[in-house]
């Protein structure tokens, strides 16, 4: 009986014992294919040797250094990188632990902006449902994910949400996918209007959402209207790309893709690939001189902010991601992914919609292809998914979203960038022989 409480929870788990490339061996020498890279952190695989030889090298020099008496060359360093490749107007770097950390950090930068400029009456955050932002209670308030938010609800901050853009169940019919997203963009105006003009200080959202619903990309021009509703009314636009940032859509940035930028930036998983814990909070020089102008500081920290270890890793994985121009091969083994599962699933009664961006795509399972009913929650069609593709050696990233109100089913596919076509091929046959397995299961073909 270990004492570990996830292994407890999950007694089946299988104990991981070495990782290379694409691939994880567990202790009893099973492989699997790591085709989410985690929950899409693994983006340049595993066991790296420059990675691995970049921490060696740190830890040679110095492992933790407080940031409360000392700077550190390597987190200068990361920082100043991050910066140079940043979309416009971001010119600070808060590094912390985390995707959650840094959503808390991006939300007190929000609010300590206003109140530094002499706004404090802007305190409501607007967000959209079967979003996720992170488990901390201020992330997870912020994050309109029913099914983890309920029993923690009496102790969250309250936050407002809109529907998502996701225009395979909302797009109505007729209507052209640039008029969808308008729509959608417009209840942020709505939703700012009834809260009142100077009362909401910041709209959340994922560029492209990613466990929740499934690698949602948003419809075109739906980011420029949020951004211009953003700036008509004075409201911080934080984008969340801890799952679809740094490289994993095929651009170091999602938003780059929309044509816009943020007021505040907020990364992890992808940016130091799991070989260190590290996430981020890009900021603009705006945000940054209320701070420098008004109480001289932010008013936030954590013990491991800007861990020398932290940083090591994100700069060894960023580097190297551009030194072997590993965004043309997440362009170009996306769309492979994306032929293949077209050709895998395009016809297939079970998969209602297939859609993402370069290593990040999904597919989302129904009942019924004509009136895209989703399976009956009861079944679990996620959680069969993933055990079947683990019996085949296969890492995927099956989740029950919400839709309008009901547990729905996606599956992620995330692979590192360094995936192979002939990687591509075997993650989408093992995941066919898994959805049918699944399906089989509960009594459909
Ligand atoms: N935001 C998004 C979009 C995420 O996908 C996640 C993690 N799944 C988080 C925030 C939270 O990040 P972390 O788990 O590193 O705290």
Do not use: W
Request: glycine share 12%; proline share 4%; charged share 20%.
């Amino acid at each position: 009986m270990t004492h570990l409480l996830h292994r407890s929870i999950q007694s089946d788990l299988p104990v991981a014992a070495r990782g290379e490339g694409v691939f994880i061996y567990d202790r009893d020498g099973k492989v699997y294919l790591d085709a989410s890279g985690g929950a899409a952190v693994s983006s340049l695989g595993h066991g790296h040797p420059d990675v691995l030889k970049a921490l060696h090298a740190q830890l040679d020099t110095i492992a933790y250094a407080h940031t409360g008496f000392f700077t550190t060359e390597v987190a200068e360093k990361l920082a100043d990188r991050l910066i140079e490749d940043a979309p416009e107007g971001l010119d600070k770097v808060y590094l912390v632990s985390g995707g959650s950390e840094a959503m808390e950090a991006a939300l007190k930068m929000a609010r300590q902006y206003f109140v530094e400029t002499g706004q404090p009456g802007r305190r409501h955050v607007i967000a959209r449902r079967q979003s996720y932002h992170g488990n901390t209670l201020g992330a997870l308030a912020a994050g309109g994910n029913a099914l983890r938010r309920t029993q923690f609800s009496p102790l969250l901050i309250e936050t407002h949400h809109i529907a998502p853009c996701y225009a395979y169940r909302h797009q109505h019919e007729g209507e052209s996918l640039e008029n969808y997203g308008a729509r959608a963009a417009g209840e942020l105006e709505d939703k700012i209007l009834e809260l009142g003009e100077d009362q909401v200080m910041a709209f959340v959202a994922e560029p492209v959402v990613g466990a929740t619903s499934g690698a949602v990309p948003p419809a075109p021009g739906y980011f420029r209207k949020i951004r211009e509703i953003c700036d008509r009314y004075g409201v911080l636009l934080i984008l969340d790309e801890v799952m679809c940032g740094m490289g994993r859509t095929g651009t170091l940035h999602a938003c780059e893709q929309e044509g816009i930028s943020p007021d505040l930036l907020v990364i992890a998983k992808g940016l130091g690939g799991g070989y260190q814990p590290i996430g981020a909070v890009l900021l603009s020089g705006r945000i940054f001189e209320a701070f420098e102008q008004g109480s001289g500081f932010f008013q936030h920290g954590h013990t491991y902010m800007g861990h020398p270890m932290a940083a090591a890793a994100g700069l060894a994985v960023q580097d190297i991601i551009r030194r072997d121009n590993l965004l043309a091969n997440v362009m170009a083994m996306g769309a492979h992914l994306t032929d293949c599962l077209a050709q895998r699933f395009g016809q297939d009664p079970r998969v209602g919609d297939i859609r993402g961006r370069g290593l990040f795509q999904a597919i989302e399972l129904v009942e019924n292809k004509e009136t895209k009913a989703p399976f009956d929650p009861a079944f679990k069609i996620h959680a069969r998914i993933k055990r079947e593709a683990m019996q085949r050696g296969l890492m995927v990233y099956p989740m029950g979203g919400t839709i309008d109100g009901r547990e729905g089913d996606h599956v992620l596919i995330a692979p590192p960038f360094i995936a192979t076509k002939t990687d591509i091929e075997t993650i989408v046959d093992r995941l066919g022989a898994a959805v049918d397995a699944a399906t089989q299961s509960i009594g459909r073909a």
